[in-house]
C-alpha cells in the first residue's frame, strides 16, 4: 500500500468527507461484527491508508481497536465469500495503522509477525486478489522495521528467514524482501546471520549466481546489495558453496572494473571491494593465474588512487553520498600498502609494488591537502576521521615521502587530536560505510569518536625520531597532551583490563606513546627539565611499574614503563616530586626485570655452556632487547645519582649472578653487546660501592674482565 504525504495534520479535511464521518459513526455503534465489518469495508474504499493523515488514521484506530482487528486476521472465510477477505481487510487496517510509528511499535502489531510472515511466503500468488494483501503484509513489516525495537522484533520473531524464502521462490514482493533483508543485515548482520545463516547463504548464493551472469542494468544493482550481504570470514573460504560464491563475484567485479562506466556505475563496485578485502584479504580473487590476480589488485588500488586524487582535490568541504566511496577507496588503498610492504606477500612483483607506492603517496598527498582546508566546523565530521586514520596508516609504514607536506600538517592533526580527546567536538553518528574501514589488523569501533591518537601514535614516533617534526610536535604542545593521553589508557588498562574488549588495543597505545616519549627524553633532555609534564610522567612511571613487572603476560608494557623511568630519572633525579620508598620500590621493580632476563643454557653435544634469553622473556626478546640494553646502560647512569643504590642492587644478588653467568659461558658465545652491558653495570657498582667493589673482586672479577675484554672494568679494578 503506497504512502502519500500527509498535507492535513489536523484532520479538517477528512472530517468534511460525510460517509467517512458516518463510517466512523457506525463503528462507534455497531452492536454486532456484521455492522462493523459493514462499516470497515466502506473505510478502506472511502480512504486509502496513505491518503488520510495522522489524526483522522488515529480516530479510526480508536474507533476499530485491536479486539476486531485480531479476530478478522484469524477468522476462516464464510462458504460463498473470497478467500482470505477478512485477513485482506485486516491487513489493510493493520497497514493503515502501521504508519503511525507510535502504532507500529505497539504490542498487538508486533505479535503479528509471523502472520505477516506466513502471508509473504503464501504459495499460489498469481492470484491477483493476493497481491494487495502482500503489498500490504509488506507495509507493516518496512513500518515495524523503522520503529526502535522494531528489528529485534523481525529477528526473534523469524522474519529473516521468511524473507529469504520469498526472495528464493521469486514470490510477488520479493524485490521488497530483498529490500527489508539489506535494512536489517545492515544494523543487525551478525545477529541475523547467526540466527538465519543456511538461509541467509542459499541467498547470497543466488545473488551471487545472478551478479556474474548479469549484463544489463540490474548487475550494478546487485552489485550494490551484495556488501550488505556479506558473511563474516572465514564462511565463504571454508567450504565448497562459499569458493563458488567469491568466484562469481570476482568474476562479475572483474567484468565491472575493466570496463569503461560512469561514477554512479563504479562506485558500487569499488564498495564491495573494499569489503571482500577487508574480510577475506586476496583469497577472494579467484583468478585463473597469480599474474591474474596481481594486475586486478593492482587495477583496484588504482582505480582507489584516482577516485581519491579527483575527489579530494577537487572537492569543496561539504559532506556528499560520495564520502562513503572514498572511504571505501581508502581501504583499498590500505590493503594494498600493506601488501606491497609485507615482504611474505609474493602476489605482487616488485615492479608492481614500486608503481603502486608512487600512485599510493599521490593520493596520500591528496589526502593531506584535503585535510588542511578543515576548519573547526568540519571537525564533527566522520569523513575527517576517516581521512587521518587512512593518513595515519600510511605515516606508520612511510614517513620519507610528502616530508614538507606532513610537516605543515602536523599543527592540525594535534589540534584534531586534542578537540576529539578533549571531547570538544561533538561527532555525528558514523556511518555505515566509514564505519566498515579497517586499518591493518584492526576492525574495532570501540576507538570513535575520540581516540583518533591511537592510529596517529605509530607515525608520530617515528616523527618525533626526526628533528623537524619533533619542533612542530614539542611546539604545538604535543607532550603533555600525549601525558594526558598515556594517563586515560593506562587507568582503562589497569583498572580491569581483562575484562577489556579491545585490551591489546589500549596496550599496544600504551607502549607506543612510552616509544614517543623515549625519542623526546633520549634528543630533548632539556624540554625533560622545562616541561612538568614529564615529571608527572615519572611519578606514574615509577608509582605503575612495579605491578607490571611481577605480570610476565605484559611483559612488554614493563619494559617500557621501567626503561622510560631509569631515563627520565636519569635527568630529574634531584626532583623531589617522588618520596624515596616509591623510588626504592621502582628500582627493585627495575632490578627484577634487567637482572632475570638472561641464564646459562648447557649444550650436552659440545660439552659448553652459553648464556640464553629466559623463556619468559625470548617469547618478546625482538619486542624488548632493544628496551633492555637501553634500560642497563640508564640504570648503570643512575647508580652515581641514587647513594643508596649500589647497597640495593648488592643485597638483590645481581652482580653475582652476572659474574656466576660469566663464568660458566664460553667466553666466545657471549655476544659483545652483552658484554659490553654487564661491563658498564659492574663498573659503575665497582666506582660508587667499596662493598660491590670487593664483592666482584672476590667472585675473580678481574679475571673475568680480562678474560671477556671488558678493559674498563679491568682497568678500574687494577688500580684499586
Known amino acids: 500500500m503506497a504512502t502519500a504525504p500527509e498535507n492535513d495534520s489536523d484532520g479538517t479535511k477528512n472530517a468534511r468527507n460525510p460517509t467517512l464521518e458516518r463510517c466512523l459513526e457506525v463503528l462507534r455503534d455497531a452492536k454486532n461484527d456484521s455492522e462493523q465489518f459493514a462499516a470497515l469495508l466502506l473505510v478502506t474504499k472511502v480512504v486509502q491508508a496513505g491518503a488520510i493523515d495522522a489524526k483522522t488514521r488515529r480516530r479510526i484506530f480508536d474507533a476499530v481497536g485491536f479486539t476486531f482487528l485480531n479476530r478478522l486476521l484469524i477468522s476462516r472465510t464464510p462458504d460463498g465469500c473470497p478467500d482470505h477477505i477478512f485477513q485482506a481487510l485486516g491487513l489493510t487496517l493493520l497497514a493503515c495503522f502501521c504508519t503511525d510509528p507510535s502504532l507500529a511499535a505497539h504490542t498487538q ?5 509471523p502472520t505477516l510472515n506466513e502471508v509473504i511466503c503464501r504459495q499460489h500468488q498469481d492470484n491477483l486478489a493476493m497481491k494487495p494483501v502482500i503489498e500490504d503484509a509488506y507495509q507493516c513489516l518496512f513500518a515495524i522495521a523503522e520503529t526502535p525495537a522494531g528489528q529485534q522484533h523481525l529477528l526473534d520473531h523469524g522474519s529473516v528467514s521468511a ?24 544494523t543487525m548482520g551478525f545477529q541475523c546471520w547467526k540466527k538465519s545463516k543456511s538461509e541467509l547463504m542459499d541467498v547470497f548464493c ?16 546487485l552489485c550494490e546489495i551484495l556488501s550488505f550481504f556479506l558473511p563474516s570470514p572465514p564462511s565463504l573460504t571454508s567450504s565448497p558453496l562459499g569458493i563458488e560464491c567469491l568466484k562469481n563475484t570476482y568474476t562479475g567485479l572483474s567484468s565491472i572494473l575493466k570496463s569503461k562506466l560512469t561514477v554512479s556505475q563504479r562506485d558500487p563496485a569499488l564498495k564491495l571491494s573494499s569489503c571482500l578485502l577487508s574480510d577475506y584479504g586476496i583469497d577472494w580473487i579467484l583468478a585463473d593465474s597469480r599474474r591474474a590476480r596481481s594486475k586486478f ?23 556528499d553520498e560520495r564520502q562513503a566511496v572514498i572511504a571505501a577507496c581508502y581501504g583499498i588503498i590500505e590493503f594494498g600498502m600493506m601488501t606491497c610492504i609485507n615482504a611474505e606477500t609474493l602476489l605482487l612483483t616488485q615492479e608492481q609494488k614500486l608503481q603502486l607506492i608512487d600512485i599510493m603517496t599521490e593520493a596520500f598527498g591528496a ?40 610537516c605543515d600538517l602536523l599543527p592540525f592533526l594535534v589540534h584534531y587530536a586534542r578537540s576529539l580527546f578533549s571531547g570538544k567536538v561533538e561527532i555525528n553518528q558514523l556511518s ?30 617515528h616523527l618525533t625520531a626526526e628533528e623537524k617534526p619533533r619542533e612542530i610536535l614539542i611546539k604545538e604542545g604535543f607532550p603533555s597532551l600525549l601525558l594526558l593521553y598515556l594517563c586515560s589508557q593506562w587507568e582503562a588498562f589497569n583498572s580491569n583490563h581483562q575484562s577489556l574488549p579491545n585490551h591489546t588495543d589500549v596496550e599496544m597505545s600504551i607502549q607506543t606513546s612510552c616509544g614517543i616519549f623515549l625519542n623526546l627524553v633520549v634528543t630533548e633532555p632539556d624540554l625533560v627539565r622545562q616541561e612538568d609534564c614529564f615529571s608527572s610522567l615519572l611519578s606514574l612511571l615509577m608509582k605503575s ?31 623531589s616530586v617522588l618520596s624515596t620508598p616509591v623510588v626504592s620500590t621502582f628500582f627493585k621493580s627495575a632490578i627484577h626485570l634487567l637482572s632475570n632476563a638472561h641464564f646459562i643454557k648447557a649444550n650436552p653435544d659440545e660439552n659448553t655452556s652459553n648464556i640464553a634469553v629466559t623463556g619468559q ?88 674482565a680480562n678474560l671477556y675484554g671488558m678493559a674498563a672494568l679491568e682497568q678500574h679494578l687494577q688500580g684499586k
Open 367 to 406: 589526502v593531506v591537502y584535503y585535510l588542511k582546508q578543515v576548519d573547526l566546523e568540519r571537525m564533527h565530521s566522520p569523513f575527517i576521521f576517516a581521512s587521518v586514520r587512512i593518513l595515519s596508516a600510511w605515516l606508520a609504514e612511510e614517513t620519507s615521502s610528502l616530508k614538507q607536506e606532513i
Open 545 to 575: 611499574a612495579p605491578s607490571l613487572v611481577v605480570n610476565t603476560d605484559h611483559l612488554v608494557l614493563a619494559a617500557n614503563f621501567v626503561t622510560l623511568g631509569l631515563m627520565i630519572y636519569r635527568i630529574l633525579s634531584n626532583s
Open 297 to 319: 589488485l593492482s587495477l583496484l588500488v588504482n582505480l582507489a588512487c584516482v577516485e581519491v586524487r579527483l575527489y579530494l582535490e577537487d572537492t569543496v568541504l561539504e559532506e
Open 163 to 186: 524473507l529469504c524464502l520469498t526472495y528464493q521462490s521469486q514470490n510477488h514482493g520479493h524485490s521488497r524482501a530483498l529490500q527489508l533483508l539489506k535494512i536489517l543485515l545492515n
Open 617 to 704: 622473556y625470548f617469547r618478546c626478546w625482538d619486542e624488548i632487547s632493544e628496551l633492555w640494553f637501553l634500560g642497563m646502560q640508564a640504570f648503570a647512569s643512575c647508580l652515581p645519582l641514587v647513594p643508596w643504590l649500589p647497597q640495593l642492587v648488592l643485597e638483590s644478588g645481581w652482580p653475582r649472578n652476572i659474574l656466576h653467568l660469566l663464568d660458566q659461558a664460553s667466553p666466545t658465545s657471549v655476544d659483545m653487546e652483552l658484554v659490553t652491558a654487564f661491563q658498564g653495570l659492574l663498573l659503575q657498582l665497582a666506582k660508587h660501592s667499596r662493598q660491590c667493589e670487593d664483592l666482584i673482586l672476590s667472585e675473580g672479577g678481574e679475571q673475568k
Open 206 to 221: 543466488m545473488l551471487c549466481r545472478e551478479f556474474c551472469q548479469s549484463e544489463d542494468s540490474k548487475k550494478f544493482e
Open 109 to 113: 502489531v508486533l505479535n503479528k509477525i
Open 432 to 461: 555505515c560505510q566509514i564505519a566498515k574501514i579497517r586499518l591493518s589488523e584492526d576492525s574495532s569501533k570501540s576507538a570513535w569518536p575520540r581516540d583518533v591518537l591511537r592510529f596517529l601514535l605509530p607515525g608520530l614516533c
